[in-house]
Nanobody, 119 residues
Framework: QVQLVESGGGLVQAGGSLRLSCAASGSIFRIKTMGWHRQAPGKQRELVAV???????NYADSVKGRFTISRDNAKNTVYLQMNSLKFEDTAVYSC?????????????WGQGTQVTVSS
């Protein structure tokens, strides 16, 4: 089994920055792809960013140029640096991991962390 624990959410003013962290534990050998999803009230869940074990990345159009995903394989941790935050970035952000080499990570999930951007 894989456990994912997020941290770093909170309240920030528009234009500000936050960094989310997600630490993996347990059967980490199962993990290849990691990423971040988000879900705002009344909206569908959206894949924000994904990173492979080799560092390949992909982003939702809505966050390109503002968010950066990275991972430290030695620490089994993935990060999401969020800059130039907008009100519409307000959502619950969830870390996810997957044993596949690439694609949308959906197999293992963290509990989620709230990000609130005030306008």
């Amino acid at each position: 089994q894989v456990q994912l624990v997020e941290s770093g959410g909170g309240l920030v003013q528009a234009g500000g920055s936050l960094r989310l962290s997600c630490a993996a534990s347990g059967s980490i050998f199962r993990i290849k792809t990691m990423g971040w999803h988000r879900q705002a009230p009344g909206k569908q869940r959206e894949l924000v960013a994904v990173i492979s074990s080799g560092g390949r990345t992909n982003y939702a159009d809505s966050v390109k140029g503002r968010f950066t995903i990275s991972r430290d394989n030695a620490k089994n941790t993935v990060y999401l640096q969020m800059n130039s935050l907008k009100f519409e970035d307000t959502a619950v952000y969830s870390c996810a991991a997957d044993p596949r080499d690439w694609g949308t990570p959906i197999t293992y999930w963290g509990q989620g962390t709230q990000v609130t951007v005030s306008s």
